[in-house]
């Protein structure tokens, strides 16, 4: 049975009006319409007069074969002028042209194609992240609840914690968020003490794919597994895969059709005939794979709930920058699916590589290394993503059986002058936890290297400060 977007949609949501004149902006572009309706300004006072950005030489499909020089991309006259003025809250149509065509090549989900799979809308926001706070704003109200993998990026966790909505926390596995521990969850909320005075929960939260902090990947079981749970508890995914396209697995075979790790919104075409469409929103972002910058992503997912994000959008910012939009749409349009696969398969072994990189030194400086030390720490090699989830083997106090890398780093840490994102930060309930996150997407080798025997210091010096004269074996 499909989701009931009544009970979904927050109430908040469902008594906010409709602006005005957002709702009829669109209707000027009807041919021999005359339109007063907008406060616009007129363009003769805007100072630009083109917009070109130079491709890298080593952008995939960057050259004209003619030439071989880099692509410029332009948009000017009548283009630029449109750009520049207020636009739709929808978005640019080249945007969504281009994104609608890796949606069908990737995901295998063709918008308006006139079945039931292709039945979705999309909302451009300002990154990921503007979409996934307007998203809790349309979906969760005051006492709300939604499941979140634990640990979770913190973004949405202020917004959560200000307005009051209600996190329960499902526990990862290597695979991320457990299909065991969700489902053992959901099938006992009544009668579990922690969640049986709370209202039934409305979504799950994951992020699938190098998960942030965890660096977890679902595989595509684990996914159906998870997908099956939301159809029969009646829940929405919130599919946040924002590394999607940083996968290491399968680099080296063609980017057009190596084989991926399919999607929840792509999953949705599986078992359709008995469920329907309609339990995934799921949010894309480009800051991984183009520029972070560029403040730019996208989310797609049932109508209504779309809807529901755009009339935000529509009182808060009108419409994500149109430029901004043009221009990743020209790019995308020069590259098409093929040349953007390309790409981005470039930019996964470059994380590849850089992956490999820390991990040899993780092992050489906090693992057993070559020298007898002892380890001070233990991880799993992510297989996507940039970071790396680090269980430090801390010194146990009473508050913290496994030790609390929150307090070693704000010390230890910070007088070897190296900085690490303790593991508290991830989880709703600021429980105290001996992990780390560190990310190796930036930094140069040399300052991974001193950076790594900092840390082991900081380990050492907290051991010593809880009078132990060497480091217990790491068991």
């Known amino acids: 049975m499909p989701l009931d977007y009544g009970r979904i949609i927050s109430q908040a949501t ?53 030439t071989n020089e880099p692509i410029e991309l332009k948009i000017d006259g009548d283009d630029l002028e449109r750009v520049l003025q207020y636009s739709i809250t929808t978005g640019e149509p080249v945007f969504h042209e281009t994104i609608d065509a890796i949606l069908s090549a990737v995901h295998h989900r063709t918008r308006g194609d006139g079945t039931p799979a292709g039945e979705f809308s999309m909302a451009i926001g300002t990154g990921s992240q503007d979409l996934l706070a307007k998203a809790s704003f349309a979906l969760f109200d005051e006492g709300d609840v939604v499941l979140v993998e634990s640990p979770m990026y913190p973004g949405l966790l ?44 409305k979504a799950v939260y ?13 595989s595509a079981d684990r996914k159906r597994a998870i997908l099956k749970l939301a159809r029969e508890y009646n829940l929405l995914i919130l599919e946040d895969d924002p590394y999607y396209y940083i996968a290491f697995e399968g680099l080296g075979e063609d980017p057009v059709t190596r084989p991926r790790i399919p999607s929840y919104f792509a999953l949705e075409n599986e078992e359709a005939d008995k469920w329907g469409y309609g339990y995934v929103l799921r949010f894309e972002s480009f800051s991984k794979i183009m ?25 808060s910012n009108l419409h994500t920058s149109a430029p901004i939009q043009a221009l990743a749409g020209l790019l995308l349009k020069h ?76 010390t230890k840490a910070v007088e070897e002058n190296v900085l690490a994102v303790p593991g508290n930060s991830f989880f709703s309930d600021q429980r105290s936890t001996p992990y780390m996150r560190v990310s190796f997407s930036l930094i140069g080798e040399e300052d991974m290297e001193e950076g790594l025997r900092r840390i082991r210091r900081a380990v050492e010096a907290a051991w010593k400060d809880a009078g132990y004269d060497a480091i217990p074996p790491l068991v």
């Open 206 to 218: 994951t992020v699938p794919c190098g998960g942030n902090p965890s660096g977890t990947t679902a």
């Open 14 to 66: 469902q008594r906010r009006p409709k602006p005005a004149i957002r709702s009829l902006l669109e209707l000027e572009s009807r041919p021999g319409m005359i339109s007063f309706l907008a406060g616009k300004p007129n363009p003769n006072g805007f100072p630009f007069e083109s917009m070109t950005v130079k491709l890298k030489p080593s952008a995939v499909m960057s050259t004209d074969p003619a």
């Open 158 to 201: 202020p917004d959560f914690a200000s307005r009051g909505v209600r996190t329960v926390n499902i526990e990862q596995d290597s695979e991320g968020i457990s299909d065991k521990t969700l489902e053992d969850t959901l099938a006992n909320w009544k009668t579990t003490p922690a969640t049986a005075d709370l209202p039934f929960p």
């Open 291 to 315: 520029s972070a910058g560029m403040r730019l992503g996208f989310a797609v997912g049932p109508t209504p709930l779309i809807q529901a994000i755009a009339v935000y959008t529509a009182t």
């Open 335 to 410: 590259w098409g699916v093929s040349g953007f696969l390309h790409h981005v398969d470039a930019v996964s072994k470059m994380y590849e590589h850089r992956r490999d990189v820390f991990g040899s030194k993780l092992d050489a400086i906090l693992g057993r290394g070559t020298d007898g030390q002892p380890a001070v720490a233990s991880w799993n090699t992510p297989v996507a993503g940039m970071f790396f989830w680090i269980k430090l083997h801390l010194p146990p106090t009473p508050e913290a059986p496994e030790g609390d890398s929150f307090e070693v780093i704000k």
